[in-house]
């Protein structure tokens, strides 16, 4: 079957199912689920587009929510045609697209027009878009939801682009103010400037990580979680900390939560594969912000993983030209923070959780069903459920294969991980009962859709 066809079945011996892996036969009809038989062998009525992937894996589409796409007005850095085709290569059928650092950002209700006129016809996976919050945009939030938005961003330290300011406390207050009784959320960039760093003087060489690594302390996670504890309680209104880095505010994170604050969190490919100690002098392409921290701190984000601390795991997939990388010189202070790893969540994530005692059904529920609950998309995406639309990534979690640039659809394929060996290769991607990329082929035309959020749904909590 070749990309681009409508799928009416997948025939697999396994299915991993909400009881486990096991053979199946999914029915699809107008791109949803319609059930799913036991028997893989059933017999199908009339004429019927089979997929039929053997011992291959099957199942439900990867969600991931934090996704910069960068377009309009950075569209050299990533664009909707290449991001979804990377998406698609890795298993991802739904995007959810932050609002930087395309120009402009998507804060105001004729700008989120703007990105959607830019996304149309451009989409290989279907795409959710994120609105922002920035200094003295407070009314355009309501009128944002109802447009669409998923929930809403910010930044209480500089966001790395001059055109999406960061917040003070009493932009955040108004802005809650806003948020409460819509059901929507609000995602925070949880680092705070916390004046003078110990030791920062002290050092001089901009090539060495640990310079960067001392210039983005815990403590700036910690001091910035702080705040949004307790304007999650304040206010009740859903808060979410976008890709924890530190491990030193969990417990702030569990005594919240244990409060009731409607609090969620999530980590990263990079925080989870990458540690300081293995960044290379000069390699500026591992720069991210918060910054990848030591061995020890990422078990500690596993361990939280495996308590249900931390609900899922997200690629921030934040690229860049490979001149602002700048590789020539090796100087962190002036490289782009930002790692690329879109296509590569899957196996990355497999990888290391395989060997940390996590299973499949683990993988679903970080990787698929608790980014679609925390977006309200947890009726259409993330499950594998009659009535569901039929989302499926088709893999093989035992086969290794090399990361190599020319395998890469980024539009830009720096990437820290070029060279890594990883575990589990994506075979097939299905996104609404269409095959959208099969063993290195995409269909012909986009077959994406714009997922726009309906206000005050029933959110389930995660």
């Known amino acids: 079957m070749e990309p681009g066809l409508t799928v009416s079945a997948v025939r697999s011996r396994r299915v991993l199912c909400s009881d486990g892996v096991r053979p199946a036969l999914i029915l699809i009809k107008d791109g949803k689920i319609q059930s799913i038989l036991p028997d893989p062998d059933s017999a199908l009525k009339g004429p019927a587009e089979v997929l039929d992937v053997g011992d291959k894996l099957v199942m439900p589409g990867i969600v991931d929510c934090h996704v910069h796409v960068n377009e309009p007005g950075r569209t050299s850095w990533e664009g909707y045609w290449t991001a979804t085709r990377a998406a698609a290569a890795g298993g991802v059928t739904t995007i959810v697209d932050m609002p930087l650092n395309s ?50 961003k910010c930044f209480m330290i500089h966001s790395g682009v001059d055109e999406f300011p960061h917040v003070s406390d009493s932009d955040l207050h108004s802005a809650m103010q806003q948020l409460q009784g819509t059901g929507s959320v609000l995602l925070f960039h949880a680092e705070k400037e916390i004046g003078e760093i110990p030791g920062e003087e002290e050092t001089t060489d901009l090539r060495s990580y640990s310079t960067f690594l001392k210039s983005r302390p815990d403590l700036m996670e910690l001091e910035a979680i702080r705040i949004i504890t307790q304007l999650c309680m304040q206010y009740q209104v859903r808060c979410h900390i976008v890709h924890l880095s530190s491990a030193q505010p969990l417990e702030i994170i569990r005594a919240a939560r244990q409060a009731g604050a409607p609090l969620t969190v999530e980590t990263t490919h990079h925080y989870l594969s990458l540690s300081a100690e293995r960044v290379p002098t000069g390699a500026t392409l591992f720069k991210c912000c918060p910054p990848i921290r030591s061995m020890a701190n990422q078990e500690q984000l596993w361990a939280a993983l495996r308590a249900g601390d931390v609900d899922m795991v997200v690629s921030d997939h934040s690229p860049c030209t490979p001149d602002l990388k700048r590789l020539d010189v090796g100087d962190f202070t002036q490289a782009w923070g930002g790692i690329s790893s879109l296509q590569l969540g899957l196996p990355l994530f497999w990888t290391s959780a395989a060997n940390k005692g996590f299973t499949l059904p683990d993988v679903v529920r970080l990787l ?36 190599k640039e020319a395998n890469i659809h980024h539009k830009n394929t720096l990437t820290p991980y070029l060279g890594m060996t990883l575990k589990g290769e994506v075979y097939a991607t299905v996104v609404r009962g269409r095959l959208v990329y099969k063993e290195g082929s995409f269909s012909p035309r986009p077959l994406g859709q714009h997922l726009l959020v309906c206000p005050g749904r029933s959110h389930a909590s995660l």
């Open 103 to 152: 120009i402009p950002p998507t804060t105001t209700v004729g700008n989120f027009r703007e990105k959607i006129q830019s996304a149309t016809g451009q989409c290989f996976v279907d795409t959710a878009f994120w609105g922002g919050v920035i200094p003295g945009n407070q009314l355009e939030l309501r009128p944002m939801i109802q447009a669409g938005v998923a929930g809403f």
């Open 368 to 403: 698929c069903k608790n980014p679609a609950q925390l977006c309200c998309l947890d009726n259409q995406k993330g499950s594998l459920l009659p009535g569901h639309d039929a989302d499926l990534v088709i893999w093989d979690p035992d086969k290794e294969f090399e990361v």
